[in-house]
Nanobody, 119 residues
Framework: QVQLVESGGGLVQAGGSLRLSCTAS????????MGWYHQAPGKQRELVAA???????NYADSVKGRFTISRDNARNTVYLQMNSLKPEDTAVYYC?????????????WGQGTHVTVSS
């Protein structure tokens, strides 16, 4: 079983920055795509940013130019650097990962980390 653990959330003023981290652990052969999603109260979970094992990235239009996703393949870790934060970025942020393990392919989610941006 592959587990993802996020960290780095918190309370920040508008215009500030936060860096989220997510590390995968367990029996892992390889991790292909990793990503960050967010879910605001009363809304659906939405993609924020994703990154392939080769480093190709994809961002939601709302965060382009402000957020940067990166990963450390040796550590099975994905990061989300969030700059110029806005109150509308307030949400629970979840990471996910897809890859292969001794049990076959997997898709796992973290437990979520809260990000609150005050105006």
């Amino acid at each position: 079983q592959v587990q993802l653990v996020e960290s780095g959330g918190g309370l920040v003023q508008a215009g500030g920055s936060l860096r989220l981290s997510c590390t995968a652990s367990g029996s892992i052969f390889s991790i292909n795509d990793m990503g960050w999603y967010h879910q605001a109260p009363g809304k659906q979970r939405e993609l924020v940013a994703a990154i392939t094992s080769g480093g190709s990235t994809n961002y939601a239009d709302s965060v382009k130019g402000r957020f940067t996703i990166s990963r450390d393949n040796a550590r099975n870790t994905v990061y989300l650097q969030m700059n110029s934060l806005k109150p509308e970025d307030t949400a629970v942020y979840y990471c996910n990962a897809f890859g292969s393990s001794p049990r076959g392919s997997f898709g796992s989610w973290g437990q979520g980390t809260h990000v609150t941006v005050s105006s």
